[in-house]
């Protein structure tokens, strides 16, 4: 699928690509899609930029509404943090993650899956009940905490101390937390310091252009220095990092030059049905 302008489209693998229609305005469209079962999980691979092995997935979930086809995040997910149905979504969307990496990895083994990471919304953070659903949905399925890595923004997580006990508890569990989108929110730094984060992800805007470095490109320079600071300031204090939205190969030349080790991006693999994975990691595990 080619890109296309994102607020019009949803592209997707496979040639499957829609025109968006109107957009989602009711929790009760949500709510009986979540009921019927219409919601569905497309991971994308989190690659070693050296060598190309895959690491991790990330869950992103779609939505395939039976009239308009596969419905892009973008347009739902707001409505859903909106109406407060996100809470209900984001405990099938980890507990369709744990169930799915469970399998992967009873099938191939930690050599081929490291771990994967579902997105989770500050609406879930203040749910009385999520640290005993993660850790239900862990023990019903049988995967190590370490093999899960809760993806959060900082905006999420600046609020409050309620929201600083649970990532703690749930650092305690052993489950491993990664700051989404990071450089975008407004105090990334000090955050840091009080976060029990294990996974920093450059956020894509930081890598759009990065590879451009003619003379008379400031904001490549710029970007070029963000990407530096962050990966360095991730190594000082023990963290991993990954940069996303890597659409070329100069980008992850880059990239790797400035120290990042993984990545992530349509240059490195889509966003897929677990179908399509399964097949690329059954082919990685015979040669
Ligand atoms: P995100 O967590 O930052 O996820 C990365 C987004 O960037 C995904 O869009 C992915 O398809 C897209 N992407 C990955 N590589 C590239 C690239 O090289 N170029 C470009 N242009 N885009 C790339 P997607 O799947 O449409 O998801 C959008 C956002 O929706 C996610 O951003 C996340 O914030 C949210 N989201 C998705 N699934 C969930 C979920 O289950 N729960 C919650 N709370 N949010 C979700
Ligand atoms: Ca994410
Ligand atoms: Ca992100
Ligand atoms: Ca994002």
Request: with cysteine; proline share 6%; aromatic share 6%.
């Amino acid at each position: 699928a080619k890109e296309r302008g994102r607020a019009n489209w949803v592209h997707y693998a496979d040639g499957m690509e829609r025109p968006a229609s109107a957009h989602v305005r009711l929790g009760g469209d949500l709510r009986r899609a979540l009921d019927n079962g219409e919601f569905r999980l497309f991971y994308q691979p989190i690659v070693a930029l050296a060598g190309g092995r895959i690491v991790g997935v990330e869950a992103l979930v779609r939505w395939e509404d039976p009239e308009r086809g596969l419905v892009s995040p973008a347009e739902f997910i707001p409505a859903a943090e909106r109406t407060g149905l996100i809470v209900p979504l984001g405990r099938w969307v980890l507990r369709e993650t744990c169930r799915q990496a469970a399998a992967w990895l009873a099938e191939f083994g930690p050599d081929v899956l490291e771990k994967a990471a579902p997105n989770v919304s500050v609406r879930q953070l203040h749910d009385p009940d999520f640290v005993a659903d993660v850790a239900a949905a862990l023990a019903d399925h049988g995967l190590p905490p370490a093999r899960l890595v809760l993806e959060l923004t900082e905006s999420a997580v600046l609020r409050g101390h309620q929201v600083s006990e649970v990532l703690h508890e749930l650092h305690a569990m052993g489950v491993r937390l990664a700051l989404d989108d990071f450089g975008t929110g407004e105090s990334s730094l000090s955050l840091l310091r009080a976060f029990p984060a294990a996974i920093v992800k450059l956020d894509k805007s930081f890598v759009d252009g990065i590879e451009l470095d003619d003379p008379g490109t400031p904001a490549a320079d710029a970007r070029q220095a963000v990407a530096r600071a962050v990966v360095q300031l991730a190594d000082a204090l023990g963290l991993d990092t990954v940069a996303e939205g890597i659409e070329n190969q100069e980008q992850a030349d880059r990239l790797l030059r400035l120290g990042y080790t993984v990545g992530q991006g349509y240059h490195l693999g889509r966003p897929m049905p677990a179908e399509k994975l399964t097949e690329i990691f059954a082919a990685r595990q015979r040669v």
